[in-house]
């Protein structure tokens, strides 16, 4: 018998945020998979990216996510021109 799986795309954002809920529990953690995942996306999902963490995590992580979007700061003002 034979089991076929099916296999499904998923964007690069998607998959940050994903990750990002996994890891959510340790600030370390949170942290590094954010800073690895703004090296995954484009400059507008790097924008998305940051919108989506603050509605979500920033009541947790507020001050990592300023801290590490704002090395980024430069590509989202490029990015809306």
């Known amino acids: 018998m034979e089991v076929k799986i099916k ?3 998923i ?5 940050v945020k994903l990750i990002l809920k996994k890891v959510s529990f340790s600030p370390f953690l949170f942290k590094k998979e954010l800073q690895k995942g703004i090296e995954y996306c484009s400059d507008a999902q ?3 990216l940051k919108r989506w963490c603050l509605k979500h995590f920033a009541s947790i992580y ?3 996510i300023i801290q590490v979007f704002r ?3 430069p590509q989202l003002i490029k990015s809306s021109n």
Do not use: D, P
């Open 7 to 9: 296999k499904t795309k």
């Open 62 to 64: 507020a001050q990592i």
């Open 71 to 73: 090395g980024f700061e």
């Open 46 to 48: 790097i924008a998305l």
């Open 11 to 15: 964007s690069r954002l998607n998959y």
